[in-house]
């Protein structure tokens, strides 16, 4: 990254990390760096592209976040970037685009060598201006860079299936995916007005058993919010288990909501944990239920946090 300096690559950086403190449940990554490349007047190197396809400026920044991870102030999880509470705070202490990206620079450097033991971390300072990267340190930089957009094309894949398949199929793949739990589903929702259930469950054949297993199947990509979590627990009796699947994940608040409740039980599941229980109970899966989401795993060598 010799053809950008550390002022711009500071800019762009802290652009990026304003973009996010917008949306503090976080923003697919795609989406975040289209939001800082908005306003932007790109030189022709940032414009340009590399070999691979990937823009030049895209690159740059990605390239800087790696720095924000390590220093603790951003978060990327399965291609979603959140602020953490320690980058909003670093965000308002570096107004100045050079010293911001310094600092990331510095804690990077101090992660690693605490990592490694190599040095005290007292012993790291600002890198200074003529400071150039160790051939070393920009390996382990671009696997994680191409690491994460690997990731993230899979994500999104994943996320663009599922958001395909037709209701009433997903409403099915998640009966057949209790079934491999050891469950035994009783009833599905046919086509039309729900009444606000999707599966009935039982932990036995006969359904004699407590639990019962009440079930809401979301396919969409708006989160749940509290409201929405309220009108489906008005159906969990104090002897049911409630189960809410859905695609787009959960508001904060309804999440919290959930956690609280003291006599209900219910749990929330959005899609990496519906991915992380179909990929775990996959064996016990026929082969004709698995090509409702059909996954294949692909090893990596992750780069080392």
């Known amino acids: ?10 800019t762009l950086l802290r652009k990026l990390i304003a973009v996010l403190m917008q949306s503090p449940e976080g923003l697919p ?29 895209e690159i740059i920044i990605r390239w800087g976040t790696v720095d924000l991870v390590k220093a603790g102030w951003l978060l990327k999880h399965k291609g979603t970037w959140s602020v953490t509470e320690e980058g909003a705070e670093a965000y308002k202490k570096w107004p100045d685009p050079e010293a ?5 620079v510095r804690l990077y450097r101090q992660w690693k060598g605490a990592r490694r033991g190599e040095l005290p971390n007292s012993a790291v300072e600002a890198p200074s201006d003529i400071d150039v990267s160790s051939e070393t340190e920009e390996a382990e930089k671009l696997t994680a860079v191409t690491f994460e957009q690997a ?36 009833w ?9 259930l999707d599966i009935i469950a039982h932990p036995d054949p006969l359904g004699t058993r407590p639990p019962r297993i009440k079930v809401q199947v979301k396919r969409q990509q708006q989160r749940v919010s509290r409201e929405g979590l309220s009108a489906f627990l008005a159906h ?30 219910i749990t929330l599941i959005d899609l990496e944990r519906l991915v992380d229980l179909w990929i775990e109970f996959s064996p016990k899966l026929s082969e004709k239920v698995r090509d409702r989401l059909p996954l294949t795993p692909i090893y990596f060598l992750t780069p080392r946090r």
């Not at 990254?1 to 500071?10: C, F, L, N, S």
């Not at 994943?158 to 035994?184: S, T, W």
């Not at 104090?238 to 006599?263: H, I, K, P």
């Open 188 to 196: 599905t929702s046919p086509p039309g007005k729900d009444g606000g």
């Open 29 to 57: 990554a795609g989406v975040a760096l289209s939001k800082v490349a908005e306003g932007e007047t790109m030189s022709a190197y940032e414009a340009g592209t590399y070999k691979s396809g990937n823009r030049r400026f």
């Open 100 to 104: 911001y990206y310094k600092e990331a």
């Open 151 to 186: 990731d993230e094309q899979a994500w999104s894949e994943i996320e663009a299936h599922v958001a395909n398949i037709d209701p009433y199929d997903f409403q099915d793949l998640v009966a057949d995916l209790l079934k491999a739990m050891g469950y035994y589903p009783s």
């Open 236 to 265: 969990v009796n104090e002897d049911d288990v409630g189960l809410f699947v859905c695609t787009g994940g959960f508001t904060r608040d309804a999440d919290e909501f959930a956690r609280n409740q003291e006599r209900r039980k």
């Open 1 to 10: 990254m010799a053809d950008i300096t550390w002022k711009r690559t500071g």
